[in-house]
């Protein structure tokens, strides 16, 4: 005899008779079909819009919007792609407001910025606090102005053998918190004035499963996630909106000397920081919702996330993992995030 769980509102763990096996449904069935028919069709739409897209550009190109005289906050502006995006903004004459935990690095950064001829700020905080966050947007505007321009950018890779709680903590505190806290701050400034732009690095790794980073892209996945639900609300919100959200989704990037030393691989899947920050201030100038950088990742990521089977993604990670030259023990301990780990493991109570 068959048995099922009866429904909640007899008990979790009451059972009822079943006189036959539960059949499959003619709409199951139907719901498969039109799934995989939806799937397909998207693929056509996205290739169809983006070559029609590429012509629209190609003779209609609107003019990018101007940064001259804006205010840009970058976290994440000590080292590595926050750097760079500091000095581009720099060269675009935009005021720069540099965030970052290291405060030694960070005024490096400033340095170079102010060389540019430009006014720069630099800001020592750590994002995961959610009062130290508030009190430097209070700072960044009474030193600068408003912010027009956010970009998330600091992030932690976190601990790629194993899953422990102070590297997990950090890696959401970091990647998802520290963003939302600092989107949660500028955001009423932007809707009153009804202009701004929000940028959060994202990563390839939340549309494809590299699992050796599982904490990492969970974490970039949650991002990802609110920044849609932001994107979603202010278009919702305001007919006439001018706050834009753009996602950047870049593959596996040589971000500094400590990668190129402790992470060589045998594939070349990587991605530099100068085409990085080119697609992103693209995406800026013409408000662009996502990127993918390459762009040549977006449609092999929409079909092994959502068509190909699990048993063959997972055959495909398992050929593509044994190109990978992970680092040793000793290599991994001087990889450049364990300094941060212990100042963002925050408890609940340390916030």
Known sequence: MAFVTESWENGPTTKRELKKPAN?????ILFTIFTRVFFCCFILWEIGTAFGSFLWRLIFRPEPKSLKGRVCLVTGAGRGLGREFCLTLAREGALIACVDINESNNKDTAAMVKELGVKVVP??????????????????????????????????????????EECTRACFNINVLGPIWIMN?????????????????GSIAVKLVTFPFNVYGASKAALSYMSTCVRTELQVMNP?????VTTVYPSIMNSSEDYVRCVPQNVNITVEMEEVVKATMDAIYYNYEEVYIPSIMRLPSIFVTELMPTQTNAKLLKFVIKKFNFPNEEQYENLPWHDVVAKSCLMDNDK
Request: aromatic content about 6%; hydrophobic content about 40%; glycine content about 4%.
């Open 240 to 244: 006439n909106n001018q706050v834009f």
């Open 185 to 201: 701050a500028v955001l009423p400034s932007m809707k009153s004035r009804n202009e701004g732009h929000i940028v959060n690095m």
């Open 123 to 164: 800001y020592t905080v750590n994002v995961a606090i959610k009062k130290d966050v508030e009190e430097v947007i209070s700072r960044i505007e009474k030193d600068l102005g408003p912010v027009y321009l956010l970009i998330n950018n600091a992030a932690l890779v976190g601990n790629t053998f194993e899953i422990n």
């Open 24 to 28: 499959i449904k003619k709409d199951h």
